[in-house]
């Protein structure tokens, strides 16, 4: 019998549904009582030492809801952010069926064409889990989605038209507008509003350019003045060398392909948003451009 749990529990990802396996009900309450189990919510039993582990409450809530529909933090672990921290795992459910401590469920009806399915998980489709999380993560989660390619902006308009009516939504539709041009990160969002704000035109979020060594995107480009935006921030481009390394060489191929390369740092746009439009403006006003005289702003 402990050799069959053992193989449950493998084979479920850690998680063992006690309504599945009756037979084995008597040993199940001998392995808790010997602390060989843990009784994670009413009959599913988790290993101890996974009880923290995210995955494994979340496969843990759909054994014991299985007509659930994860939604929020659980649902885009599970499908387009893997690294995101789920503290407590919230599910859609249809009946009235109380919460337990880590485990929020609300009653709500989940669109079918907003329902995915992957094994013995059940969770909203990522344009609708990134609608959701928008009232939590703001543009993080809309960002994110759209950059991972996991939904387009598209997808993510028609899961708000499907969501009408909910608290929240004013500030979602916001965020949603503000996503037009399609940005990647919170710093692309913020330099695109100022962008649009100063009436500054011409440019395009997110374009590929050839080069010798590859391809890249540009964070914003103005093609026909061939002028580059790269969004910096010190996490992504300075924290590890490498990647400062890798920041520095792109700037150079792209100097070398005749584009003035400007570099904006999230603490320009947040401090100092009008000097960091004057310096584009002054680039994009030059009449004689010369390539080497690109760099850092600042």
């Not at 193989?7 to 392995?31: C, I, K, Y």
Request: charged residues 30%.
């Amino acid at each position: 019998m402990k050799a069959e749990i053992a193989r449950v529990l493998t084979l479920q990802g850690g998680v063992l549904a006690r309504r599945e396996h009756p037979e084995l009900a008597r040993q199940l309450d001998w392995l808790v009582r010997r602390g060989e189990l843990a009784h994670i919510l009413p009959g599913v039993y988790v290993l101890p030492e996974l009880r923290q582990d995210a995955l494994v409450r979340i496969r843990a809530a759909m054994e014991w809801v299985p007509e659930g529909v994860l939604t929020g933090r659980a649902a885009a672990k599970v499908s387009f952010w893997e690294e995101l921290r789920v503290e407590s795992v919230t599910m859609a459910v249809r009946s009235g069926r109380a919460s337990r401590p880590g485990f929020q469920l609300s009653r709500r009806t989940i669109p079918a064409e907003q329902v995915r399915r992957r094994l013995r998980l059940c969770f909203t489709a990522p344009a609708l889990t990134a609608v959701d999380l928008a009232a939590d993560l703001g543009g993080d989660a809309i960002d994110r989605v759209l950059r991972t390619g996991f939904a387009t902006l598209e997808d993510l308009q028609r899961a708000m038209a499907q969501s009408p009516g909910r608290p929240g939504n004013k500030d979602r539709r916001t965020l949603l507008l503000d996503s037009r041009d399609r940005p990647w990160s919170a710093a692309e969002r913020r330099t695109h509003r100022l962008l649009r704000a100063a009436g500054i035109t011409g440019w395009q979020a997110n374009f590929w350019v050839e080069l010798p060594d590859g391809g890249v995107f540009l964070d914003v480009a103005f093609v026909r003045a061939r002028v580059a935006l790269e969004v910096d921030g010190w996490e992504f481009h300075g924290r590890i060398k490498a990647d400062f390394e890798r920041t520095w060489r792109r700037h150079n191929a792209l100097v070398a392909a005749g584009w003035r390369v400007l570099h904006i740092t999230w603490q320009q746009l947040v401090d100092e948003p009008d000097w960091v439009i004057a310096r584009i403006r002054d680039v994009l006003d030059s009449e004689n451009p010369d390539p080497n005289t690109s760099g850092r702003l600042g």
